[in-house]
Nanobody
Framework: QVQLVESGVGLVQPGGSLRLSCVAL????????MGWDRQVPGKQRELVAQ???????DYVDSVKGRFTISRDNTKNTVYLQMTSLKPEDTAVYYC??????????????WGQGTQVTVSS
């Protein structure tokens, strides 16, 4: 019922900027919490940022002040604007949409994943 399609450039130099986009194809986008997670091989997937339809945001401490999540409900799109990128930000980034509690999700959808590499 809901499909998430990600887009964005995969390679950037340290200190650079990058924007990821995620378009949702579905009828209940506006009711979902939208966010971005990332995962490094051998490590647990972590929440990077999320935003409710009402504009409440949450960020992992390591990206606060550098990443900004935004949401355009008219376009059914969520963005992750990343600035001052560090090599430690290298990971696969997944767009996520869910309804319900974070630990008891009624609906839970994921994008295909985008490899972001921060390197000189």
């Amino acid at each position: 019922q809901v499909q998430l399609v990600e887009s964005g450039v995969g390679l950037v130099q340290p200190g650079g900027s990058l924007r990821l986009s995620c378009v949702a194809l579905g009828s209940i986008w506006r009711w979902y919490v939208m966010g971005w997670d990332r995962q490094v091989p051998g490590k647990q997937r972590e929440l990077v940022a999320q935003r409710t339809s009402g504009g409440i945001t949450d960020y992992v401490d390591s990206v606060k002040g550098r990443f900004t999540i935004s949401r355009d409900n008219t376009k059914n799109t969520v963005y992750l604007q990343m600035t001052s990128l560090k090599p430690e930000d290298t990971a696969v980034y997944y767009c996520n949409a869910y309804y319900g509690g974070s630990s008891s999700r009624i609906y839970d959808y994921w994008g295909q994943g985008t490899q972001v590499t921060v390197s000189s």
